[in-house]
C-alpha cells in the first residue's frame, strides 16, 4: 500500500534554507504535494508536482523530484519566522481518483 | 469566497456518547474528504465522497463511524459510542473533481474532539 514518510523536526535559522525531505513507496504515484499547517489551522497546499517533472520552482520554495528513488523534498529559501508551520509531503495516484496520501509532517522551527 | 467550514471547532463529550460533526464545503467542489489527525500521527484518511458515486469508506476505523453527504454538499461524521482513542482533530476537505488545479483540496480548520 501507499506509505509516505518524512522527518518530524527540523530547526533553522532566519535567513537560511530549510530543506524538508519525504520518501514514498508508491512507484505509481502520479502527483506529489507540499502542503502547511499553521498552529490553530488546516492544511493549504504549497506547491505540486507531476511525476513527469523533476524540479518545479515557485518563488521562495523549490520542489525537487527524484522518482527513481521515489524521494521528494522541499526546499525554502531565505526562510522566515512566518514559514514556521508542519509541512505535509503527500502523494496520490490521480487518474480521476483523488485519494490523497499524507505524511506524518515535519516540523519547521525559525529561529529568529 | 468563502472556505470549507467546520462545526463545531470544539466539542468535548463524555465517552460513550455519540458526537455529529458536520462540514460545509466550497460551493461547486464535488469531492469531500475527511482525515483524522491524531497527536503525533499523520493525517489518517477515513472517507471520500465524490459527487454521486459510492464513497470510498475504506479509512473508517470501526463501525462505530459512519458519514453521509446530504444533497452533494454537507457532509456529516457520526462517531456512536465514542472512545477515548477517538480524541482528535477531525478535518475535511473539498476539491473540484476537474480544473485548473484538479487536485488542491482545501481544508477546513477542523473539529477537535475530545473524549473524556
Known amino acids: 500500500g501507499e506509505d509516505v514518510e518524512q522527518s518530524l523536526f527540523l530547526s533553522v535559522r532566519e535567513g537560511d534554507s530549510s530543506v524538508i525531505n519525504c520518501t514514498y513507496t508508491?512507484?505509481?504515484?502520479?502527483?506529489l504535494y507540499w502542503y502547511k499547517q499553521e498552529p490553530g489551522a488546516g492544511l493549504q497546499l504549497l506547491t505540486y508536482?507531476?511525476?513527469?517533472?523533476d524540479m518545479k520552482q515557485d518563488q521562495r520554495l523549490t520542489v525537487l523530484l527524484n522518482k527513481k528513488d521515489k524521494h521528494l523534498s522541499l526546499r525554502i529559501a531565505d526562510t522566515q519566522t512566518g514559514d514556521s508551520a508542519i509541512y505535509f509531503c503527500?502523494?496520490?495516484?490521480?487518474?480521476?481518483?483523488?485519494?490523497?496520501?499524507f505524511g506524518i509532517g515535519t516540523k519547521l522551527q525559525v529561529i529568529p | 469566497g468563502a472556505g470549507v467550514s467546520q462545526s463545531p471547532s470544539n466539542k468535548v463529550t463524555e465517552k460513550g456518547k455519540d458526537v455529529e460533526l458536520r462540514c460545509d464545503p466550497i460551493?461547486?467542489?464535488?469531492?469531500l474528504y475527511w482525515y483524522r489527525q491524531s497527536l503525533g500521527q499523520g493525517l489518517e484518511f477515513l472517507i471520500y465522497?465524490?459527487?454521486?458515486?459510492?464513497?470510498?469508506k475504506s479509512g473508517l476505523p470501526s463501525d462505530r463511524f459512519s458519514a453521509e453527504r446530504t444533497g452533494g454538499s454537507v457532509s456529516t461524521l457520526t462517531i456512536q459510542r465514542t472512545q477515548q482513542e477517538d480524541s482528535a482533530v477531525y478535518l475535511c476537505?473539498?476539491?473540484?473533481?476537474?480544473?485548473?488545479?484538479?487536485?488542491?483540496?482545501?481544508f477546513g480548520p477542523g473539529t477537535r474532539l475530545t473524549v473524556t
Open positions: 503527500a502523494e496520490s495516484m490521480g487518474g480521476g481518483y483523488q485519494k490523497v496520501t
Open positions: 508536482i507531476f511525476s513527469n517533472m
Open positions: 460551493s461547486g467542489h464535488t469531492a
Open positions: 476537505a473539498s476539491s473540484f473533481r476537474t480544473g485548473p488545479k484538479p487536485y488542491e483540496q482545501y
Open positions: 508508491d512507484s505509481s504515484s502520479t502527483y
Open positions: 465522497f465524490q459527487g454521486n458515486s459510492a464513497p470510498d
